[in-house]
T-cell receptor, first 114, second 112 residues
Framework: NAGVTQTPKFQVLKTGQSMTLQCAQDMNHEYMSWYRQDPGMGLRLIHY???????DQGEVPNGYNVSRSTTEDFPLRLLSAAPSQTSVYFC?????????????FGPGTRLTVT | RKEVEQDPGPFNVPEGATVAFNCTYSNSASQSFFWYRQDCRKEPKLLMSVYSSGNEDGRFTAQLNRASQYISLLIRDSKLSDSATYLCVVNFVRNYGQNFVFGPGTRLSVLP
């Protein structure tokens, strides 16, 4: 199993550009989520999904869109990049509905917006 | 008040030392608790779940006090390889499904 994969690993965008961060998992997990990590802030939830076709907002959803057309994939779209979106983005997955199950994280995407 | 708060750190300790990290959470409806470890520029990985009765995994001991809304992690006989940031994670149902809330982390450096 590859686990959770993310692409790209690094990205530099100009203000106003849009892009999609890709996330895929091969563990048949129903629950997937996107976090951003900023110094001193911990990981903050952007959006999450409890299954194909179902998504919901997390703590910091503004400026981001998600979709979940398959169990495996959960892309995160930046609509119009802003310098405040410079961060490290992690995708994670876990079994749905079992709060004691761990989350598995992808290696992260380091995004810089200039 | 942040939902999950941790000792600010960093903790710099010599090899072989015992070190304890503290974490408090604000939501009394929280259902499950974890400690994750994050190495520099890497993704977080589960270190251990935290059970109500307390649990131990080798040199690591986790404790939970629901009444005080407090979680702790004790590391005995610290190794150089324990150097990392330790994240306290609390899970509770918000809308539906799971919602994990991460603390800001406490950085540990174990010195030779």
């Amino acid at each position: 199993n590859a686990g959770v994969t993310q692409t790209p690993k690094f990205q530099v965008l100009k203000t106003g550009q849009s892009m999609t961060l890709q996330c895929a998992q091969d563990m048949n997990h129903e629950y997937m989520s996107w976090y951003r990590q900023d110094p001193g802030m911990g990981l903050r939830l952007i959006h999450y999904s409890v299954g194909a076709g179902i998504t919901d907002q997390g703590e910091v959803p503004n400026g981001y869109n998600v979709s979940r057309s398959t169990t495996e994939d959960f892309p995160l779209r930046l609509l119009s990049a802003a310098p405040s979106q410079t961060s490290v983005y992690f995708c994670a997955s876990s079994y749905r509905g079992y709060s004691s199950y761990e989350q598995y994280f992808g290696p992260g995407t380091r995004l810089t917006v200039t | 008040r942040k939902e999950v708060e941790q000792d600010p750190g960093p903790f710099n300790v010599p090899e072989g030392a015992t070190v304890a990290f503290n974490c408090t959470y604000s939501n009394s409806a929280s259902q499950s608790f974890f400690w994750y470890r994050q190495d520099c520029r890497k993704e977080p990985k589960l270190l251990m779940s935290v059970y109500s009765s307390g649990n131990e995994d080798g040199r690591f001991t986790a404790q939970l006090n629901r009444a005080s809304q407090y979680i702790s992690l004790l590391i005995r006989d610290s190794k150089l390889s324990d150097s990392a940031t330790y994240l306290c994670v609390v899970n509770f149902v918000r809308n539906y499904g799971q919602n994990f809330v991460f603390g800001p982390g406490t950085r540990l450096s174990v010195l030779p």
